[in-house]
């Protein structure tokens, strides 16, 4: 997302979203150092912000397999210091799916409208005792000004292990930011 969001705070967070996010966020963080084994964060040293946003998840593709109907109402996009964003979603199942790539190069489509290339899906089972699993891809998430009303995320990916895609559209709500 657009770095709007520097220097904002949780304000207000439902409750809903507070422990649903604090979970996701430790997942996301163990996922990212499989990501980007070099130079991977870790824990709270490597993220920069996250921002949640609530809204519908109207498609949710995991491994060429549907899970739209279990996709929860919310995304987390996360931000880390070396540079490294994804956007995060999550199945009712507690599976969760963080679509990542390399933030400086994401590609401004018009003032409001930016791509952002991935380059790895994280797939994560909450609850499982097994890591996260990173697999290489190739995709894109191109998403709206969340500011300037409903945000529109799409993101689509194919890896060794299939396709996945996310498809949300925010309440028109500002994201809430939480810096680090």
Same mark, same amino acid.
């Given at each position: 997302?657009?770095?709007? +969001?520097?220097?904002?705070?949780?304000?207000?967070?439902?409750?809903?979203?507070? +422990?649903?996010?604090?979970?996701?966020?430790?997942?996301?963080?163990?996922?990212?150092?499989?990501?980007?084994?070099?130079?991977?964060?870790?824990?709270?040293?490597?993220?920069?912000?996250?921002?949640?946003?609530?809204?519908?998840?109207?498609?949710?593709?995991? +491994?060429?397999?549907?899970?739209?109907?279990?996709?929860?109402?919310?995304?987390?996009?996360?931000?880390?210091?070396?540079?490294?964003? +994804?956007?995060?979603?999550?199945?009712?199942?507690?599976?969760?799916?963080?679509?990542?790539?390399?933030?400086?190069?994401?590609?401004?489509?018009?003032?409001?409208?930016?791509?952002?290339?991935?380059?790895?899906?994280?797939?994560?089972?909450?609850?499982?005792?097994?890591?996260?699993?990173?697999?290489?891809?190739?995709?894109?998430?191109?998403?709206?000004?969340?500011?300037?009303?409903?945000?529109?995320?799409?993101?689509?990916?194919?890896?060794?292990?299939?396709?996945?895609?996310?498809?949300?559209?925010?309440?028109?709500?500002?994201?809430?930011?939480?810096?680090?």
């Amino acid at each position: 997302m657009p770095s709007e +969001g520097k220097g904002h705070t949780f304000e207000s967070c439902r409750v809903r979203q507070l +422990g649903a996010l604090a979970a996701l966020g430790c997942l996301l963080w163990a996922g990212a150092a499989y990501a980007k084994p070099e130079k991977a964060p870790t824990g709270l040293a490597g993220l920069e912000y996250l921002a949640t946003m609530d809204g519908q998840c109207s498609r949710l593709v995991l +491994g060429g397999k549907d899970a739209s109907s279990a996709c929860e109402p919310h995304v987390l996009n996360e931000v880390f210091k070396s540079g490294r964003v +994804g956007f995060t979603f999550v199945a009712k199942d507690g599976t969760v799916v963080s679509f990542s790539g390399q933030g400086p190069k994401q590609v401004k489509l018009d003032p409001d409208t930016v791509s952002q290339p991935l380059d790895t899906v994280i797939l994560t089972q909450a609850g499982a005792k097994t890591p996260p699993a990173a697999a290489k891809g190739t995709g894109a998430c191109t998403y709206t000004n969340p500011m300037k009303g409903p945000s529109h995320i799409n993101c689509s990916a194919r890896t060794e292990h299939g396709q996945f895609e996310a498809v949300f559209v925010s309440d028109g709500q500002p994201p809430t930011f939480k810096t680090f």
